[in-house]
């Protein structure tokens, strides 16, 4: 897929939205590139940038950014079918929203996240009989 595309009209968008969206350097950005290059097969307007404002409506800018120039992986998980429902699970329990949580929504399998959702409700629900 990256291949069979322009490289002005793909390659080049795609690089040059990660770059300034994620605040890299160019050496940093071919770093990110060489952990995920399928980063270049998907879609600005229709994948890279709606992932990227979900996690950036989760947890703001200052904490999106660097944890997706970290783990690059998170901009591949689907909205539709993963992150939306697990966020509302997340907002549902009360769960606090923070990178450890959104980076959990994405990379967890469907058991590993049933798991941990279940361990955040107990720890939420301790705290609050603790609090009172």
């Known amino acids: 897929a990256v291949i069979g595309g322009s490289i002005e009209e ?3 968008k795609k690089l040059v939205w990660l770059q300034e969206r994620l605040q890299l350097e160019r050496k940093s950005l071919s770093k990110l590139v060489q952990a995920m290059p399928s980063l270049l097969g998907y879609n600005v307007e229709d994948n890279l940038e709606p992932t990227f404002q979900f996690y950036e409506d989760c947890v703001g800018s200052n904490a999106a950014i ?12 689907s909205l539709e079918n993963r992150l939306k429902p697990r966020l509302a699970q997340v ?5 606090p929203l923070d990178t450890g949580t959104i980076s959990r929504m994405a990379k967890y399998t469907d058991e590993q996240w049933s798991t941990s959702l279940a361990s955040q409700k107990t720890k939420l629900l301790k705290q ?5």
Request: net charge neutral; glycine share 8%.
């Open 10 to 12: 793909t390659l080049e």
């Open 66 to 77: 660097p944890t997706i120039a970290k783990v690059p992986s998170l901009l591949g998980y």
């Open 91 to 95: 907002q549902e329990a009360g769960i």
């Open 128 to 132: 609050q009989l603790k609090d009172r």
